[in-house]
């Protein structure tokens, strides 16, 4: 007995209500654009990452700013989120959103600085997103491995916004930056971001922060990480660029005629 | 705050393995329902949770997150957790978040049964 395939109405009434938000492609990166001044290092090729796939201890951490007093729904603050998601990230660090804006699969560049000066050449993937939230996963080398989930919500009678990371440390040497004061800083980071958006809404507001230690233990399975660990390698990439100007100059030399 | 949209069924199947049928949403709202099926399908002696996702009907990133949290419980009580029934694009999600490196799937609840029955 054959069975007809079924009509495509049919056949999209019978998928999961999930199937249009998560990326279409495997968890391997490909930049498909990088826009000019973006520094294009790390990504390409990368794999994507769960927390699973991290060093360090794992954390869940929560950020929420609640907008009192804007009268907005959390679909309208998702939808301004992904249109002006670098505008409300602290200066010095880049994110260049693909042509395409944030929707699933398609693959973000960021240039972040770091301590010291350091300058840190990765990217995310955007994992899901839906009219009411959004993940960005991490590639190997990235500083996290996990995802980070923005949202928006109504919670008694106001809508909040939320960005919740669950990620662990990628390597030891992130791991001892983080506890040197990374951790600080990147809840500092978060908490600027949520602040911002909130006065883009025309709020002043106080950013809730809530750590959760999920896993204490360290993977030390996972400490080769540190091959791909993007901050080194963008390190090496910028002290060789010298190199690689003259290299560019001896092979364009002209030939000389007799 | 909206609903959970998820019922959660426990079935021991033996002192050493439990099911959790899970049937409709599995999203942030589903973490205390998921972790009060969890709680009852664990005892001392469970080594294996075993998760039916045969009636899965939506999951988003935030439930993705859960699963990640329940397995880190599961594992500092030294049990592992498995999964059946997932659909072909549960499958693609478990892959594309990396989760099937670390929960194992099986096709069906034989298979799934057999395995904890050779171990």
Same mark, same amino acid.
């Given at each position: 007995?054959?069975?007809?395939?079924?009509?495509?109405?049919?056949?999209?009434?019978?998928?999961?209500?999930?199937?249009?938000?998560?990326?279409?492609?495997? /968890?391997?990166?490909?930049?498909?654009?990088?826009? /000019?001044?973006?520094?294009?290092?790390?990504?390409?090729?990368?794999?994507?990452? /769960?927390?699973?796939?991290?060093?360090?201890?794992?954390?869940?951490?929560?950020?929420?700013?609640?907008?009192?007093?804007?009268?907005?729904?959390?679909?309208?603050?998702?939808?301004?989120?992904?249109?002006?998601?670098?505008?409300?990230?602290?200066?010095?660090?880049?994110?260049?959103?693909?042509?395409?804006?944030?929707? &699933?699969?398609?693959?973000?560049?960021?240039?972040?600085?770091? @301590?010291?000066?350091?300058?840190?050449?990765?990217?995310?993937?955007?994992?899901?997103?839906?009219? #009411?939230?959004?993940?960005?996963?991490? &590639?190997?080398?990235?500083?996290?491995?996990?995802?980070?989930?923005?949202?928006?919500? #109504?919670?008694?009678?106001?809508?909040?916004?939320?960005?919740?990371?669950?990620?662990?440390?990628?390597?030891?040497?992130?791991?001892? /930056?983080?506890?040197?004061?990374?951790?600080?800083?990147?809840?500092?980071?978060?908490?600027?971001?949520?602040?911002?958006? @909130?006065?883009?809404?025309?709020?002043?507001?106080?950013?809730?922060?809530?750590?959760?230690?999920?896993?204490?233990?360290?993977?030390?399975?996972?400490?080769?990480?540190?091959?791909?660990?993007?901050?080194?390698?963008?390190?090496?990439?910028?002290?060789?660029?010298?190199?690689?100007?003259?290299?560019? @100059?001896?092979?364009?030399? &002209? #030939?000389?005629?007799? | 705050?909206?609903?959970?949209?998820?019922?959660?069924?426990?079935?021991?199947?033996?002192?050493?393995?439990?099911?959790?049928?899970?049937?409709?949403?599995?999203?942030?709202?589903?973490?205390?329902?998921?972790?009060?099926?969890?709680?009852?399908?664990?005892?001392?002696?469970?080594?294996?949770?075993?998760?039916?996702?045969?009636?899965?009907?939506?999951?988003?990133?935030?439930?993705?997150?859960?699963?990640?949290?329940?397995?880190?419980?599961?594992?500092?009580?030294?049990?592992?957790?498995?999964?059946?029934?997932?659909?072909?694009?549960?499958?693609?999600?478990?892959?594309?978040?990396?989760?099937?490196?670390?929960?194992?799937?099986?096709?069906?609840?034989?298979?799934?049964?057999?395995?904890?029955?050779?171990?």
């Amino acid at each position: 007995m054959t069975t007809s395939p079924l009509p495509p109405d049919e056949e999209q009434a019978s998928q999961p209500r999930d199937v249009a938000y998560w990326a279409k492609q495997g /968890s391997t990166f490909k930049v498909s654009y990088a826009p /000019s001044g973006a520094l294009n290092l790390n990504v390409d090729g990368r794999q994507g990452l /769960s927390p699973l796939q991290g060093f360090g201890q794992m954390w869940q951490k929560t950020y929420r700013i609640r907008l009192e007093g804007a009268n907005i729904q959390p679909t309208e603050v998702i939808k301004t989120w992904k249109e002006n998601f670098p505008k409300f990230w602290p200066k010095g660090n880049r994110f260049y959103a693909p042509l395409t804006g944030i929707a &699933p699969g398609e693959v973000a560049l960021l240039n972040l600085s770091m @301590a010291g000066g350091m300058a840190l050449s990765t990217g995310v993937l955007v994992l899901y997103a839906d009219d #009411e939230s959004f993940t960005l996963m991490t &590639p190997q080398g990235h500083i996290f491995a996990g995802w980070i989930t923005f949202s928006s919500y #109504e919670e008694d009678g106001s809508t909040v916004a939320q960005a919740q990371v669950l990620i662990r440390a990628n390597d030891p040497v992130y791991e001892i /930056s983080f506890r040197l004061g990374g951790a600080k800083k990147e809840d500092t980071f978060w908490q600027y971001t949520l602040t911002a958006l @909130a006065e883009y809404f025309g709020v002043e507001a106080q950013v809730q922060t809530q750590r959760i230690c999920v896993d204490p233990k360290l993977q030390w399975s996972q400490a080769k990480n540190i091959w791909h660990n993007s901050a080194i390698r963008t390190t090496l990439y910028r002290v060789n660029t010298p190199v690689r100007w003259v290299g560019r @100059a001896l092979r364009r030399k &002209p #030939e000389t005629k007799n | 705050m909206p609903q959970a949209n998820v019922v959660m069924n426990v079935r021991k199947i033996s002192n050493t393995v439990s099911i959790i049928d899970i049937k409709g949403d599995i999203s942030a709202f589903a973490e205390d329902t998921l972790m009060e099926a969890y709680a009852e399908a664990s005892t001392p002696t469970t080594r294996t949770i075993i998760l039916n996702f045969g009636e899965l009907e939506y999951m988003n990133s935030s439930g993705i997150g859960l699963l990640v949290t329940l397995l880190i419980r599961a594992n500092r009580q030294k049990q592992r957790l498995l999964a059946f029934g997932l659909s072909e694009h549960y499958k693609h999600i478990f892959e594309l978040t990396r989760l099937n490196e670390a929960i194992g799937i099986y096709d069906s609840e034989e298979d799934v049964l057999a395995l904890t029955q050779k171990s």
